[in-house]
C-alpha cells in the first residue's frame, strides 16, 4: 500500500541559532525512515487564517517574535521563517486529511493552546501553531478521535477541544509528575456536553510495551462506543526507549500497534509531533508498517514488576473514571 507523504524543505527553514533538540536533522531522520515503503509525496498548503485555532493576539505575537528572531519562551525558539513555516505545518495537515496521508512537519503543534502556552504549561514545548487541530476547526469536521501517542501531554489540543463533544482526545503519556508539561491527569475528562471526551492515560517512568497493550483493549472499546468519521494521529515519538527527552521504553512493538489501529480506517490523517533521534527512525518505521497492514512479529519490550504495579494503580483509577462514560 502506497503511503502519501505530505512534505516540503521548507519544514527546516524553521531552525536556531544555538543547538536545539528540536531541529531541522529531525526531518532526516523522518525521511529515513519512509525507506523501503513506496511513497508518494505531496506539497503542503500555506494557510491564511491561524486564528480559527489560535487568539489574534498569540498569532501575532508568533509573528512580531518571528520578524525579530526571538524566544518565544525558554523552551521555543523563533527565526525569521518560523511564522511561515509554521502556516505550512498547518497546511501539511489539512492536506494529510485530504490524501489519508501522513505530514511530516516542524515546528511540532500539540503544545500550542488557544492563547499559546495551554493548561498552565510553563512553555510552548517547541511548538508553534496546533497542526493536528486545524483540519477539524477550518472543516468543522464531526465526529473526530484523535490519538495522541506522544510521550509528552498534548495539552494544547486538548485545550482547543475541551469543551467540544465532536471531538474525542485520547492522549496516552508518561506520568506528569515526572515530565513536561506537569498536567494531563485521568480527571481531565472535558466539560459541558463534552465531559467524557477527554481521555488521559498514564504511563510511569521506565515503563515498556507491556503496559501500552493492557490500554489498547480500552482504546478500542472506546473508539466503538464513539464511531469516529476520522482518526487523527498525533504521532510523536519520543517515548522510544533512549530517544532522549522521556524515561520511556517504549519499541517498535508498540508504534506498530498504533498503526494497526488506524490500519482499516477509511479517512484518518497523521501529524508529526515529537521524537529526536532513533524513535523518529524505528518507531516511525514501525508505526508505518502497522498503519500500512505489513505483516510483524516486533518483541515486546517489559517493564519491571515495580513498575507495573504502579501502572495497573493509575489503571484502576483511569477505569473508575472511564466507565462512567464508555462501555470499558
Ligand atoms: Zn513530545
Not at 498569540?58 to 525569521?80: C, G, H, I, M, P
Not at 505550512?88 to 500550542?112: F, Q
Not at 483540519?135 to 478521535?145: C, S
Amino acid at each position: 500500500m502506497k503511503i502519501e507523504v505530505i512534505y516540503d524543505d521548507i519544514y527546516k527553514f524553521h531552525s536556531s541559532k544555538r543547538y536545539h533538540v528540536e531541529n531541522p536533522s529531525r526531518l532526516e531522520k523522518a525521511l529515513s525512515a519512509l525507506k523501503g515503503f513506496e511513497v508518494r509525496f505531496t506539497k503542503p498548503y500555506k494557510i491564511e487564517d491561524p486564528q480559527i485555532i489560535h487568539s489574534e493576539d498569540y498569532v501575532n505575537l508568533v509573528r512580531k517574535s518571528s520578524e525579530l528572531e526571538d524566544e518565544l519562551d525558554a523552551d521555543t525558539y523563533t527565526n525569521k521563517k518560523t511564522y511561515e513555516v509554521a502556516l505550512y505545518a498547518l497546511g501539511g495537515a489539512l492536506k494529510a486529511l485530504e490524501v489519508n496521508g501522513i505530514a511530516l512537519v516542524r515546528p511540532p503543534g500539540h503544545h500550542a493552546g488557544i492563547n499559546g502556552k495551554a493548561l498552565g504549561a510553563p512553555t510552548l514545548g517547541f511548538c508553534i501553531f496546533n497542526n493536528v487541530a486545524y483540519p477539524i476547526k477550518k472543516l468543522r469536521l464531526k465526529r473526530v478521535a484523535i490519538i495522541d501517542f506522544d510521550v509528552h501531554y498534548g495539552n494544547g489540543t486538548q485545550e482547543i477541544f475541551y469543551d467540544d463533544p465532536e471531538v474525542l482526545h485520547i492522549d496516552i503519556h508518561q506520568d506528569p509528575r515526572t515530565i513536561y508539561p506537569g498536567t494531563g491527569y485521568p480527571d481531565m475528562v472535558g466539560k459541558g456536553e463534552a465531559e467524557g471526551t477527554k481521555v488521559n492515560l498514564l504511563i510511569p517512568p521506565l515503563g515498556g510495551d507491556d503496559l501500552y497493550d493492557e490500554l489498547f483493549p480500552i482504546i478500542h472499546s472506546i473508539l466503538d462506543d464513539f464511531r469516529p468519521s476520522v482518526l487523527a494521529f498525533s504521532a510523536g515519538f519520543d517515548a522510544y526507549k533512549n530517544d532522549g527527552l522521556a524515561s520511556l521504553n517504549v519499541t517498535e512493538y508498540t508504534y506498530y500497534n498504533f498503526g494497526r489501529l488506524g490500519m482499516n480506517f477509511p479517512r484518518r490523517y497523521t501529524v508529526l509531533e515529537g521524537g529526536y533521534s532513533t524513535g523518529l527512525v524505528n518507531g516511525l518505521r514501525a508505526f508505518l508498517e502497522g498503519l500500512t497492514g505489513i505483516e510483524k512479529d516486533y518483541r515486546q519490550f517489559k517493564s519491571s514488576d515495580s513498575v507495573k504495579s504502579r501502572f495497573m494503580n493509575y489503571l484502576s483509577e483511569e477505569r473508575n473514571i472511564l466507565r462512567k462514560y464508555w462501555s470499558i
